[in-house]
């Protein structure tokens, strides 16, 4: 099984890739033939036989989450060789074994896979969905079954690269009308499961650190604020992305309309 693994590690963010690559090596899937493609604005990192290095300008704040699947559209033609494709947080790591039971989605599950803090998100009335109803990620109150998480993302070449294409398209599309889903990239990909069954993933496959349950995950996010300090992450989030890098985010839009 061959499985290619998608990575953002921009600016300070590049500091959790030991910990995140370590881990993932040791127990995610351990038997397949994993490859890495990391997109970061690091010069400094070397590519090697296990790890592709795509250089990636930093766009801020929430221009890196919210145009990610345009990222991995730079390398379309190398991960599509792969069977399956996942992409994980940058914080994330690996705690325990997982096997291709747990996490490879099968016919019946779209082959597709997403994660749900089920256990925080229980009245649908109450999603954090998108409402706006002119965003291409707009989901009407009272409809979708599950709120998914951005962090872990997985499926079938075939299907994720679908999944890729059609969630760039939505929020270019969106973004050229001046609208930003409340959620960014994680309410279009909201969107794109609502009428799907796929392989629901929980907590326990992307608890944060910071959490107290599950007791036993196999999967956690660590703690930004531990790691990378309060200060910085609280900075990075209430810069305007009107005043700081909207012009980076519509240079990148207008480059990369075409492709």
Not at 1 to 25: H, Q, T, V
Not at 224 to 246: D, V
């Amino acid at each position: 099984m061959k499985i290619a693994i998608l990575y953002i590690g921009i600016g300070k963010y590049i500091e959790f890739l030991d910990l995140f690559y370590k881990s993932c090596e040791r127990f995610f899937l351990p038997e397949a033939n994993k490859h890495y493609f990391i997109f970061t604005d690091n010069k400094n990192l070397m590519p090697d036989e296990k790890r592709s290095i795509i250089f990636q300008d930093d766009m801020g704040w929430p221009g890196n989450t919210l145009f990610r699947f345009k990222f991995f559209q730079k390398c379309k033609s190398e991960i599509q060789r792969y069977d399956y494709i996942f992409f994980f947080n940058g914080n994330t790591q690996f705690l325990q074994t997982i096997s291709p039971e747990e996490i490879i989605p099968n016919e019946e599950e779209s082959y597709l896979t997403g994660l749900s803090w089920n256990h925080i998100y229980k009245d649908k009335m109450v999603f954090p969905y998108e409402r706006n109803p002119l965003s291409k990620a707009y989901i009407p109150i009272g409809k979708g079954n599950y709120y998914y998480q951005g962090g872990l993302i997985g499926g079938r070449s075939q299907e994720f690269l679908i999944l890729l294409d059609e969630l760039s398209k939505n929020i270019e599309d969106d973004f050229s009308k001046g609208i930003i889903a409340i959620n960014h990239d994680e309410s279009h990909l909201n969107h794109f499961f609502l009428n799907k069954k796929i392989k629901v993933l929980n907590a326990q496959y992307g608890r944060p650190e910071e959490h107290n349950n599950p007791t036993n995950p196999k999967i956690i996010f660590r703690d930004k604020n531990k790691m990378l300090g309060k200060y910085f992450i609280n900075t990075l989030k209430k810069r305007s992305i009107y005043n700081r890098i909207l012009k980076k985010i519509l240079s990148f839009f207008k480059k990369n309309k075409t492709q």
